[in-house]
């Protein structure tokens, strides 16, 4: 081989097993003199530990975090990382710079500072030091013609020595693979480990369960980091400190790989822990988490849960809405009749609600229940005790929800039942629902109290019932008394007890609140409610 370089023919290059390279032989018309041996001191890259600073908040929910660790063969080692170092003088102007690795180490080669060139290099025998390598005439650079295993090494050199300069200056070529690798967090207990030597793969590709080619392997730290982190109370950012270790030098690196974060953060409302909810009837509320940020990218909302809850529920908890098309009038001489959902979770009924509005005079009305005709939706007869207990409804100016209940459960039929509402005195109104995937079942007849029920006018048709309907799930159904949802979405059922219980409504997908925080509190019954330890998560 023969290279070219400003006028010189380099005629032969190689490459020893201690990986320095040796040009042996030069040949040019610059030089009156062949240069027989210059020899190229690799990067000075060994070290036994590596840091990496990384920041979290303290209230950060450390989902993924992966770092990249380099544990590779290090080209030099400098002499202050091998181990301790003194220096002796000696006869004949030399000194010696003994150098304590503390452990076997090998040795395969010596860089010097400028200036110095080294004479001797003896090893340790366990009593004494024995004459290893003479390099004659002294070296500044030198491979050793055999590597030198040994836990203390002698270089007697030549020349002006600055003790102060060895530490960085002074270099050892060590061929050891790293090994003991040790990572930790803020010097706690290992958080990884490898304790033989990393011996690198063949394929260049990270993973998490082998070295790759370059030495290097992908470590997971979410577990490590999330037990330091979490905290919903605080919010300022923490620096911990990773420290990558190894038992012999190497080329050791470490560096951030990849993390998947979310934020953790504890509502207070007007500086107490928990809110009471009070529903006198069911419904919804909305509860603004003032204490929190705006903004938020909301993940999901964790919380406690305290209610004495009865066992009856009112389906639906809110709605249907009025129409606004039209109402009709309801008179001791003209009723009306609601088909109930036959597909109704509640197997027993204790009560329907209405929405109704009184006349001038007031009113009094029930509502009786009425058998619908098998494998078609008409009404065919009224229960024997399917009167409700008489309702007096005061004059008003607005429809109200009017409860209408029975002495005992009325079980629900499979092929369902009918609701109609009579008047004993005065007139009550009553406002259509709009046709909908909630209402279409709530098809509305009218009629004499006691049939036959008729269909509305054509104009009328589309209209549906608003009805509520109270009682106990069938068997083997349960129905949560409460929701909680942040945004849109059906959001997180829940079922409380006296002493509390836990829950988290997670959401599909991020909702981000331009303002505070919001929580839609769905009830199902009658019953007051209380919060504590509201906590939300989010991406931000």
Same mark, same amino acid.
């Given at each position: 081989?023969?290279?070219?370089?400003?006028?010189?023919?380099?005629?032969?290059?190689?490459?020893?097993?201690?990986?320095?390279?040796?040009?042996?032989?030069?040949?040019?018309?610059?030089?009156?003199?062949?240069?027989?041996?210059?020899?190229?001191?690799?990067?000075?890259?060994?070290?036994?530990?590596?840091?990496?600073?990384?920041?979290?908040?303290?209230?950060?929910?450390?989902?993924?975090?992966?770092?990249?660790?380099?544990?590779?063969?290090?080209?030099?080692?400098?002499?202050?990382?091998?181990?301790?170092?003194?220096?002796?003088?000696?006869?004949?102007?030399?000194?010696?710079?003994?150098?304590?690795?503390?452990?076997?180490?090998?040795?395969?080669?010596?860089?010097?500072?400028?200036?110095?060139?080294?004479?001797?290099?003896?090893?340790?025998?366990?009593?004494?030091?024995?004459?290893?390598?003479?390099?004659?005439?002294?070296?500044?650079?030198?491979?050793?013609?055999?590597?030198?295993?040994?836990?203390?090494?002698?270089?007697?050199?030549?020349?002006?020595?600055?003790?102060?300069?060895?530490?960085?200056?002074?270099?050892?070529?060590?061929?050891?693979?790293?090994?003991?690798?040790?990572?930790?967090?803020?010097?706690?207990?290992?958080?990884?480990?490898?304790?033989?030597?990393?011996?690198?793969?063949?394929?260049?590709?990270?993973?998490?369960?082998?070295?790759?080619?370059?030495?290097?392997?992908?470590?997971?730290?979410?577990?490590?980091?999330?037990?330091?982190?979490?905290?919903?109370?605080?919010?300022?950012?923490?620096?911990?400190?990773?420290?990558?270790?190894?038992?012999?030098?190497?080329?050791?690196?470490?560096?951030?790989?990849?993390?998947?974060?979310?934020?953790?953060?504890?509502?207070?409302?007007?500086?107490?822990?928990?809110?009471?909810?009070?529903?006198?009837?069911?419904?919804?509320?909305?509860?603004?988490?003032?204490?929190?940020?705006?903004?938020?990218?909301?993940?999901?909302?964790?919380?406690?849960?305290?209610?004495?809850?009865?066992?009856? #529920?009112? !389906? &639906? +908890?809110?709605?249907?809405?009025?129409? $606004?098309?039209?109402?009709?009038?309801? %008179? @001791?001489?003209?009723?009306?009749?609601?088909?109930?959902?036959?597909?109704?979770?509640?197997?027993?009924?204790?009560?329907?609600?209405?929405?109704?509005?009184?006349?001038?005079?007031?009113?009094?009305?029930?509502?009786?229940?009425?058998?619908?005709?098998?494998?078609?939706?008409?009404?065919?007869?009224?229960?024997?005790?399917?009167?409700?207990?008489?309702?007096?409804?005061?004059?008003?100016?607005?429809?109200?929800?009017?409860?209408?209940?029975?002495?005992?459960?009325?079980?629900?039929?499979?092929?369902?039942?009918?609701?109609?509402?009579?008047?004993?005195?005065?007139?009550?109104?009553?406002?259509?629902?709009?046709?909908?995937?909630?209402?279409?079942?709530?098809?509305?007849?009218?009629?004499?109290?006691?049939?036959?029920? #008729?269909? !509305? &006018? +054509?104009?009328?048709?589309?209209?549906? $019932?608003?009805?509520?309907?109270?009682? %106990? @799930?069938?068997?083997?159904?349960?129905?949560?008394?409460?929701?909680?949802?942040?945004?849109?979405?059906?959001?997180?059922?829940?079922?409380?007890?006296?002493?509390?219980?836990?829950?988290?409504?997670?959401?599909?997908?991020?909702?981000?609140?331009?303002?505070?925080?919001?929580?839609?509190?769905?009830?199902?019954?009658?019953?007051?409610?209380?919060?504590?330890?509201?906590?939300?998560?989010?991406?931000?």
């Amino acid at each position: 081989m023969a290279l070219t370089q400003g006028g010189a023919s380099i005629t032969s290059i190689e490459l020893d097993t201690k990986d320095m390279v040796k040009v042996v032989s030069v040949k040019s018309s610059l030089f009156d003199t062949a240069i027989q041996e210059v020899v190229f001191a690799p990067i000075k890259e060994g070290s036994t530990f590596k840091t990496l600073e990384v920041k979290l908040r303290r209230n950060a929910l450390v989902r993924g975090f992966d770092v990249v660790v380099t544990a590779a063969r290090a080209a030099e080692v400098a002499a202050g990382v091998a181990g301790q170092i003194r220096t002796a003088s000696k006869s004949g102007g030399t000194t010696s710079i003994v150098v304590d690795f503390g452990a076997l180490r090998t040795v395969s080669g010596i860089s010097l500072p400028s200036g110095l060139a080294a004479q001797n290099v003896n090893a340790w025998i366990g009593t004494k030091f024995q004459t290893a390598t003479f390099f004659d005439p002294p070296k500044q650079f030198g491979a050793l013609p055999s590597e030198i295993r040994t836990e203390r090494i002698e270089v007697v050199v030549t020349g002006p020595v600055n003790a102060s300069q060895l530490a960085t200056g002074m270099y050892f070529l060590m061929p050891d693979l790293p090994s003991g690798i040790e990572l930790r967090i803020d010097d706690g207990p290992p958080v990884f480990t490898n304790p033989a030597p990393v011996q690198p793969g063949t394929d260049a590709a990270l993973n998490d369960t082998d070295w790759n080619k370059d030495a290097r392997r992908i470590v997971h730290l979410a577990g490590a980091l999330s037990a330091l982190t979490g905290d919903a109370t605080r919010d300022e950012e923490a620096t911990f400190k990773l420290k990558l270790t190894s038992n012999a030098p190497g080329f050791l690196d470490l560096k951030e790989h990849s993390r998947d974060l979310r934020y953790v953060r504890r509502a207070s409302f007007d500086g107490a822990a928990d809110k009471d909810v009070e529903f006198e009837t069911e419904g919804q509320t909305v509860l603004r988490l003032d204490s929190l940020p705006t903004g938020l990218a909301v993940n999901e909302v964790r919380f406690n849960v305290t209610a004495l809850v009865p066992g009856t #529920r009112v !389906l &639906p +908890a809110v709605g249907p809405d009025a129409s $606004g098309v039209a109402e009709i009038r309801v %008179t @001791p001489d003209r009723a009306m009749i609601v088909r109930l959902d036959p597909l109704t979770p509640l197997g027993q009924l204790t009560g329907v609600r209405l929405p109704l509005r009184a006349g001038s005079s007031g009113a009094e009305a029930r509502v009786v229940f009425w058998n619908n005709k098998q494998d078609a939706s008409q009404p065919v007869d009224a229960l024997p005790v399917g009167a409700s207990q008489p309702q007096t409804l005061a004059a008003s100016d607005a429809a109200q929800w009017t409860t209408f209940t029975w002495a005992q459960p009325v079980t629900v039929p499979l092929a369902g039942l009918w609701a109609a509402l009579t008047v004993n005195r005065g007139e009550v109104y009553f406002e259509f629902a709009a046709n909908d995937a909630t209402t279409s079942q709530a098809v509305v007849l009218w009629g004499a109290p006691s049939g036959p029920w #008729r269909n !509305l &006018p +054509a104009a009328l048709a589309a209209q549906r $019932g608003r009805i509520r309907l109270m009682g %106990t @799930p069938k068997k083997g159904t349960t129905i949560d008394p409460y929701r909680l949802s942040v945004g849109a979405g059906m959001g997180q059922g829940i079922t409380p007890n006296p002493k509390g219980v836990a829950g988290v409504a997670a959401l599909a997908h991020p909702v981000t609140q331009s303002g505070r925080p919001e929580l839609t509190i769905t009830s199902f019954v009658a019953a007051r409610l209380k919060l504590r330890d509201v906590e939300v998560v989010s991406g931000n």
